[in-house]
């Protein structure tokens, strides 16, 4: 769960979104055929490096995969269900066998259903069908003190169910994995987040102090929570659940015309739900009133985010039409230095995006996957942005398993030592890490946009149909 601050002003916001070029129309799934889209050479290495970091990371007695790398640590369980996704991935590209990714996503599977459930705060990975935000890489246990968490379940069974589609073969272990992945699903307790008497769901729950008061709500990457937690088969969320998201959207709109969309700062809250529910051409309530759709509303997030990076009211250096992404990711740490004359503000980890929008944060920290996982919104200018990044950065910011997290071009204070990575008193600061939760959308986002990877298999899983019907979406693919 991304650690959320106060909000500041609207006005730098409103000057960049102001500059947007105008667009083309985006393809919608009966626009043609599923393998429309073609990539430049130098993207498919990018891809081939991303799933790299899933499948040689992967802890293959558990299935369990690591919340970053090189740095040790624990799993992330978001980072697992992007693993899941991303095995198939690696089968259709020629990268592994199916037999071998079949054999590590049983592995998985078995792990989370046999794993101990229970209200103890330790010594358990999960409770009421749902599991800790961090578990231990071999045990699976709780990790310190962290939530137990709905959104990072979710990016879970988002992977899970996605295996159930994929591996649809007459091989037993195929069968099983089908199995678990239903069985897994059906287990998780919606309800719980609501046991309070709120009406939408908790961010998460702690064995020591009960619920988180913090709810999904607004706009954000809590969306698929609501689509997962509709559709399960036995203990589902109440109808009414969509309209207590919706509940602030009022808020939450910026821009004019062409420009208007409901704002989050930070690109992944437009990216996570969009990596595997398709929303091209279906509504809710909200999108039928506004007139467009939650995958049109993304592109606009997206060209917003590179509008403010262009306008660049903090005139940090290094940003450009070609280098920009503002989203949640590692920042060279905690510091006030000087900075053109003023006093800025460096950060850690953090949520960062234009000022003036929900979950705000702008310390100058760009991240690849704020772009690369828009890919499907706008590949316009998401592959000279990546295309940019590798020839400007080079192996400083793009190595083994593709782009490290994040970087800073205006983080050039040899004076001090950053929290990690490291820094150039020319390019400034580049992390030292790979995340799990930022290389998954480059990988599963370029695939979505080459031939509708992800999507359509999630279009044929009944949890999905079933939980956008009973939030009110209608149309496009959910017609047929």
């Known amino acids: 769960m991304i650690d959320r601050r106060a909000l500041l002003s609207r006005a730098s916001l409103l000057s960049a979104a102001a500059a947007l070029p105008a667009c083309a129309p985006v393809a919608r799934p009966d626009a043609g055929a599923p393998e429309g889209n073609t990539l430049p050479a130098f993207y498919a290495d990018i891809e081939e490096r991303t799933f790299r970091w899933f499948w040689e990371t992967v802890n293959r007695k558990n299935g369990l995969v690591p919340d970053r790398w090189p740095t040790p640590g624990f799993c992330s369980i978001a980072s697992v269900g992007f693993g899941l996704t991303a095995y198939p991935i690696g089968v259709e590209r020629g990268w592994c066998s199916r037999a071998e990714a079949r054999d590590l996503t049983l592995t998985t599977l078995k792990f989370f259903w046999n794993a101990p459930q229970g209200p103890a705060p330790s010594g358990m990975t999960g409770h009421k069908g749902f599991f800790y935000h961090f578990i231990d890489m071999e045990t699976g ?268 071009p205006s983080f050039r204070y040899n004076e001090v030592k950053p929290e990690k990575g490291s820094v150039d008193p020319t390019q400034g600061w580049v992390d030292d890490d790979y995340l799990g939760i930022d290389q998954g959308p480059i990988l599963l986002q370029a695939a979505n946009y080459r031939n509708d990877f992800v999507w359509r298999r999630m279009r044929e899983e009944p949890a999905i149909r079933r939980g956008l019907t009973l939030a009110g979406f209608t149309g496009g693919w959910l017609g047929s």
């Open 141 to 408: 246990h709780r990790f310190r003190d962290v939530e137990l968490s709905s959104v990072d379940t979710t990016l879970l069974l988002m992977g899970v169910l996605f295996a159930g589609r994929y591996y649809d073969g007459d091989h037993p272990d195929e069968a099983e994995i089908r199995r678990l992945a239903q069985a897994i699903y059906a287990r998780a307790d919606w309800s719980f987040f609501r046991s309070d008497g709120r009406k939408p769901v908790s961010m998460g729950w702690h064995p020591e102090r009960g619920l988180i008061p913090a709810s999904w709500t607004g706009y954000n990457e809590g969306m698929f929570v609501y689509v997962l937690g509709l559709g399960a088969p036995e203990h589902p969320l109440p109808a009414s659940s969509w309209e207590a998201w919706t509940a602030k959207y009022a808020s939450c709109w910026r821009g004019e015309g062409p420009t208007r969309h409901l704002a989050f700062a930070p690109l992944f809250g437009h990216q996570y739900s969009h990596v595997w529910v398709d929303f091209r051409g279906i509504q809710d309530a909200p999108m039928r009133a506004a007139g467009l759709d939650y995958f049109e509303n993304s592109r606009r997030a997206t060209y917003a985010n590179r509008a403010y990076c262009v306008a660049n009211p903090r005139r940090w250096d290094g940003w450009s039409k070609d280098i920009w992404g503002l989203t949640a990711c590692d920042g060279p740490g905690g510091f006030r230095l000087p900075f053109k004359g003023e006093t800025r503000e460096f950060f850690g980890y953090a949520a960062r995006g234009p000022l003036g929008q929900p979950d705000e944060r702008d310390d100058g920290t760009l991240a690849p996957t704020a772009a690369l996982g828009s890919l499907p919104f706008a590949p316009e200018i998401v592959i000279p942005c990546a295309e940019a990044m590798r020839r400007i950065y080079g192996e400083r910011l793009y190595g083994k398993y593709g782009f490290l997290d994040s970087f800073n």
